[in-house]
């Protein structure tokens, strides 16, 4: 049995993997690209939440999170949406950068690393 666990495994990736107590989730991407980038940064950070919850964890005990902007001009309105979703006291060491994502629909794609309980 390998020590390491994978959560929706496909030819490419995975959605998430846990080793040793710690949660590495893939990049996530909103539901519904249609939205501007605050309802994009709503539904990424639901989705963490729900994968995070799945593999006995929370937002407060994420340890990294990487964020991905399609243009960094939509870093204000990602931080609206985040700053009310961290727990006071809980923010996470996070890099925001500026990438082309796999599709020009998508404007946010987030890559967290959380500990267990």
């Given at each position: 049995?390998?020590?390491?666990?994978?959560?929706?495994?496909?030819?490419r990736?995975?959605?998430?993997?846990?080793?040793?107590?710690?949660?590495?989730?893939?990049?996530?991407?909103?539901?519904?690209?249609?939205?501007?980038?605050?309802?994009?940064?709503?539904?990424?950070?639901?989705?963490?939440?729900?994968?995070?919850?799945?593999?006995?964890?929370?937002?407060?005990?994420?340890?990294?999170?990487?964020?991905?902007?399609?243009?960094?001009?939509?870093?204000?309105?990602?931080?609206?949406?985040?700053?009310?979703?961290?727990?006071k006291?809980?923010?996470?060491?996070?890099?925001?950068?500026?990438?082309?994502?796999?599709?020009?629909?998508?404007?946010?794609?987030?890559?967290?690393?959380?500990?267990?309980?």
């Amino acid at each position: 049995m390998s020590d390491i666990q994978r959560t929706n495994v496909a030819a490419r990736y995975s959605d998430v993997a846990v080793h040793q107590g710690t949660i590495y989730l893939a990049g996530q991407i909103a539901d519904d690209p249609t939205q501007d980038i605050r309802g994009q940064t709503a539904q990424v950070l639901a989705t963490v939440d729900k994968l995070l919850q799945q593999h006995d964890s929370d937002k407060t005990r994420i340890l990294q999170c990487v964020i991905y902007l399609s243009d960094i001009s939509l870093f204000a309105g990602m931080n609206d949406v985040w700053d009310n979703w961290v727990p006071k006291g809980s923010a996470p060491p996070r890099a925001t950068v500026e990438a082309r994502l796999f599709a020009p629909e998508y404007l946010v794609e987030m890559v967290v690393t959380a500990a267990q309980r």
